[in-house]
Structures are given as C-alpha cells and as structure tokens.
C-alpha cells in the first residue's frame, strides 16, 4: 500500500467515525415539543414540533415540560349556571360574563350532558352534569321557560343540595320560581320579573315578594328582577364578594353603567298592572292591531293601539269592560254615556288604582278604532 493510499484510507476511517459519532448524538438527543401556555382551552392538549403561537388561542408556545407549560393549581371561585331547555341566553350569558370578567371559574351545569336549545334557539353543551360538577362557591339559576325545571325532581335537589353549600345562590328573571320550587326562598324577600312578580307571590305566601328592587340580597340568597337585573346581581355578588372596587373595574371593563344604589327597576312599573287580554279574540279583530303608544312610569301608565273590527264602537267597549271584570278582577264604575269607562283595583301590594278605557273611530276609516287604556294610582 502505498503512503498516498494509508493517509486515504485513514481519512476514511476518521471522517467515518466521526459521522457516526454525530450520528449517534444526534440520535441520543429527544425531540423537543412544544405547548402553548395554559388558557384553558382545548388547544391546552395540542402539541406542536415546533415553537411559535397557538394557532388556536394565539398563545405563545413553550417546550412541553417547561414550568410555563405547567398550569398552577386553579383556586379561584367556582360559580355554577344552571341551564335547561327554555332557559333565556342573557339570563345565564350576562352572569357568566360578569364572573368570568371577574377571572372566576365559571361553569354550566344541567341534568344531562345533551346540549340544551335556549329560549331563542340558540344551542349550549353544559360542560357538567348534576353528578359530576364540582361544588360551586356561587350558583346561578336563570330563567326562561322554567316550567319543566321548576317541576324536575333531579333540578330542584340539585339546587337545595348544592345551595346548602354555596357562598351564595343567585336567580335571575322567574329563576326565582326554580328557586322557589326548591324551597330555598321559604321565608325570604324575594323579586322576578315584572309580569311574574304577582304571581310568584299568588303561588309562594311563605316569600315576601317585592317589586321595587331590581335585586333583593337575602345575604345568601340573591334574586334579581328580569333579564339584564341579572348582571346588576352578578355585580353586587362580586362586589360582596371582592369589594367595590373590583366590582366597578369589571362594569368598567364591560362598559357597563352601573348604578346599585340607583338602578332601573323594571317591575316597578305601571304597565305591570295592565290585564293580560287577548284584544283580538275579545274585539274580534280583523287584521293586526298595533301599539301606538306604550309608556309611562310607577304611578300611571298610557296604553294607545289602533286596529280594525267588525263591531261597533260601543260593542267594542262592551266586549272589554266584561273582559276587564272577568279576567283582571277589576271593578267597573258607573259613569255617564258620555264618559270614559272606569275602574278601580289594588295591587299585591293592596295600593288602590284607577283606570280608564275610551274607543274612538278613526277618522274616514270604517270600522276602524283607537282604543286608549290609562291607569294611574290613586291619591
């Protein structure tokens, strides 16, 4: 062999030892992965070959292992929604936002883990179950078609149990009812929604129910009047909770104008007292009746609508005074022909009213009417 072909097999020999030291260093080293930092999301279980932001939350990536990959223990406060078929979306949805802006674990729960179609359609999967959701430190029962939550056994237990537990139990709108159904507001002040406040008090007399709130904080038990009331009740929660001061950055960050000391209280209002009539079927209507006017405040209220019938005038006001008797309870005072037709009633809360009822033709329009209903409290 001659020294030119040693010194190439030698190069050979160096270079081929080396390749295959690299070769096995480069085997021996792990594959590094990598996560986004926790945000609770499902992306949290996504692992990706290279580092970068979450497609998905847009969270930063870090090397699965890492201490940032790694969620703390989660001790914040646990707040429970109730949700049902029927149930109303601002109901729920406004406290959920309220407690989750509060940096809350917040969570639906239901009898089923079948996803649940609200009051307007909308489609929720609750993430729990009666039996398997953590215990809350608030509850929150919403409302909306609460008819078939109200008379579920497994609903109502879940409600007593879990509020036997709870910092608080919070209802919103005729929650209250599911709350009531349960036997949580026995011997307790207690508000709903506007056109259920007398009827929660016909069907409950062990509740002091009132409808001049727009929540009533029981110090456990909070219930709020309907609707938006609940995120005013979600914020008092906090506010009792975490202080003033946290309660007004999260209305802050929501840009919501709160009020707590004072606050529109929509069961308060007049219009709360109007019977509920079908004017269609009681004038015997031919087409649509609208709504000219509809406004007032705690003391009087002004109905005005405007639609066709084949009845007269006085058939008319005939057909709405025996309605008025029958289905309202209110009592007719007699007055002259040419006066208005006149009531008189009281409310729950025994307060006396008075009302009255005219029908005028429209002008060059037959068989057409404008029919004014006004009820004021009475001095």
Same mark, same amino acid.
């Given at each position: 062999?001659?020294?030119?072909?040693?010194?190439?097999?030698?190069?050979?020999?160096?270079?081929?030892?080396?390749?295959?030291?690299? +070769?096995? /260093?480069? !085997?021996? &080293?792990?594959?590094? *992965?990598?996560?986004? $930092?926790?945000? @609770?999301?499902?992306?949290? %279980?996504?692992?990706?070959?290279?580092?970068?932001?979450?497609?998905?939350?847009?969270?930063?990536?870090?090397?699965?292992?890492?201490?940032?990959?790694?969620?703390?223990?989660?001790?914040?406060?646990?707040?429970?929604?109730?949700?049902?078929?029927?149930?109303?979306?601002?109901?729920?949805?406004?406290?959920?936002?309220?407690?989750?802006?509060?940096?809350?674990?917040?969570?639906?729960?239901?009898?089923?883990?079948?996803?649940?179609?609200?009051?307007?359609?909308?489609?929720?999967?609750?993430?729990?179950?009666?039996?398997?959701?953590?215990?809350?430190?608030?509850?929150?029962?919403?409302?909306?078609?609460?008819?078939?939550?109200?008379?579920?056994?497994?609903?109502?237990? +879940?409600? /007593?149990? !879990?509020? &036997?537990?709870?910092? *608080?139990?919070?209802? $919103?709108?005729? @929650?209250?009812?599911?709350? %009531?159904?349960?036997?949580?507001?026995?011997?307790?002040?207690?508000?709903?929604?506007?056109?259920?406040?007398?009827?929660?008090?016909?069907?409950?007399?062990?509740?002091?129910?009132?409808?001049?709130?727009?929540?009533?904080?029981?110090?456990?038990?909070?219930?709020?009047?309907?609707?938006?009331?609940?995120?005013?009740?979600?914020?008092?929660?906090?506010?009792?909770?975490?202080?003033?001061?946290?309660?007004?950055?999260?209305?802050?960050?929501?840009?919501?104008?709160?009020?707590?000391?004072?606050?529109?209280?929509?069961?308060?209002?007049?219009?709360?007292?109007?019977?509920?009539?079908?004017?269609?079927?009681?004038?015997?209507?031919?087409?649509?009746?609208?709504?000219?006017?509809? /406004?007032?405040?705690?003391?009087?209220?002004?109905?005005?609508?405007?639609?066709?019938?084949?009845?007269?005038?006085?058939?008319?006001?005939?057909?709405?005074?025996?309605?008025?008797?029958?289905?309202?309870?209110?009592?007719?005072?007699?007055?002259?022909?040419?006066?208005?037709?006149?009531?008189?009633?009281?409310?729950?809360?025994?307060?006396?009213?008075?009302?009255?009822?005219?029908?005028?033709?429209?002008?060059?329009?037959?068989?057409?009417?404008?029919?004014?209903?006004?009820?004021?409290?009475?001095?």
């Amino acid at each position: 062999m001659t020294p030119f072909t040693r010194n190439f097999a030698a190069a050979l020999i160096a270079l081929s030892l080396l390749g295959a030291a690299a +070769y096995g /260093a480069f !085997a021996a &080293a792990p594959a590094r *992965h990598y996560v986004c $930092v926790p945000c @609770g999301l499902p992306c949290d %279980a996504t692992v990706f070959d290279k580092p970068g932001t979450c497609p998905q939350c847009g969270m930063a990536l870090v090397e699965q292992g890492s201490p940032e990959s790694i969620a703390a223990p989660d001790t914040r406060k646990k707040v429970g929604i109730l949700v049902f078929n029927g149930v109303e979306i601002i109901d729920y949805s406004g406290p959920y936002e309220v407690f989750g802006a509060a940096n809350y674990d917040v969570f639906t729960v239901a009898a089923t883990p079948d996803p649940v179609t609200t009051a307007m359609g909308l489609t929720v999967v609750p993430r729990y179950t009666f039996a398997t959701a953590p215990q809350p430190d608030v509850l929150v029962v919403p409302g909306g078609g609460v008819r078939g939550a109200q008379r579920d056994p497994a609903t109502l237990k +879940y409600v /007593a149990d !879990a509020t &036997a537990k709870t910092e *608080h139990t919070m209802s $919103v709108c005729n @929650g209250s009812f599911i709350l %009531a159904s349960a036997g949580v507001l026995d011997g307790l002040t207690a508000t709903s929604t506007y056109g259920n406040v007398a009827t929660l008090k016909a069907e409950f007399p062990k509740i002091k129910v009132v409808g001049n709130q727009r929540y009533v904080d029981n110090g456990k038990v909070i219930t709020t009047a309907g609707l938006s009331a609940g995120i005013d009740g979600a914020l008092h929660v906090v506010a009792v909770m975490q202080g003033d001061t946290a309660a007004r950055e999260v209305a802050l960050q929501e840009e919501y104008d709160w009020h707590p000391d004072a606050g529109y209280v929509r069961p308060s209002l007049a219009d709360r007292l109007l019977p509920h009539i079908d004017l269609d079927k009681t004038v015997e209507a031919v087409g649509k009746w609208d709504i000219v006017s509809n /406004a007032g405040g705690a003391d009087r209220w002004r109905l005005v609508v405007k639609g066709g019938t084949r009845l007269s005038s006085s058939e008319v006001l005939t057909n709405l005074t025996r309605a008025f008797e029958s289905e309202a309870k209110w009592t007719h005072v007699e007055s002259s022909a040419t006066d208005p037709a006149s009531w008189k009633f009281n409310d729950f809360d025994g307060h006396d009213w008075k009302g009255t009822l005219t029908v005028k033709p429209v002008q060059g329009a037959a068989r057409q009417y404008t029919v004014t209903l006004a009820i004021e409290r009475a001095s």
